[in-house]
């Protein structure tokens, strides 16, 4: 579910395995002024996240393998190139590694170098509209899930210059965690936020992020996927 929607473009660089804690403390705020790593372990047993994540990454790509089959005959028979687009974001401590979807848009969407897509984007395929607008392309992120590169839960993966303007104890604190398929910024307005918004919210989850608080925004993404709000 990405919030700014770049268009897509596969990126020949080197996959980073990741498979440390969601959280890592050695980039989160240590002057008491901001929760740290360790006080949401004992709060709320956050630790248990990636567990979750591994479990329901693990039933969903069992589950879910007749669609994924499905998808990639119907992607491949209706346009030219890979059933899958494959992009290098940045993860935890930004890492980089390869975000995985279903392509959507033709293979030479790209030529020119990345660009946001806009509503009613040209180079968008008649199968990629659908499957922008249900968020069908983002189930292949179940994969990074499982690798430990991604979480259910969490900020979206930046492409590098998207990060560039913001502050270095931001991106730090940003990065202190796993990136998410969903997140508070994809349900408080998805493509319609401006980038620093976006921030803001990323921020505000690592603040207030727990077990609970992932649930509620499991149930509300699912709420935007079915009424497909906010995706171009």
Known sequence: MDDLNLSQKSSPVPVSKQGRPHFDPHLMPADGSESTASDSFEKTGYFLKRPFDLLLSGL??????????????????????????????????EKPFMILKFRSMRSDSEATGPQFTAANDSRITKIGKLIRKTSLDEL??????????????????????????????????????RPGVSGLAQVSGRSRLSQSAVLEYDLEYIEKCSLRFDLGIVFKTIQKVLFCEGTN
């Open 140 to 177: 292949p992120q179940l994969i990074n899930i499982f690798r430990g590169e991604m979480s259910l839960i969490g900020p979206r993966p930046y492409v590098g210059f998207e990060l560039a303007d913001a502050p270095q104890s931001s991106r730090a604190k940003r990065a202190s965690i």
């Open 60 to 93: 969903g790509l069992v589950i879910l393998l007749p669609v994924f089959l499905v998808l990639a005959v119907i992607i491949k028979g209706t346009s030219a190139g890979p059933v899958f687009f494959r992009q290098q974001r940045l993860g935890l401590k």
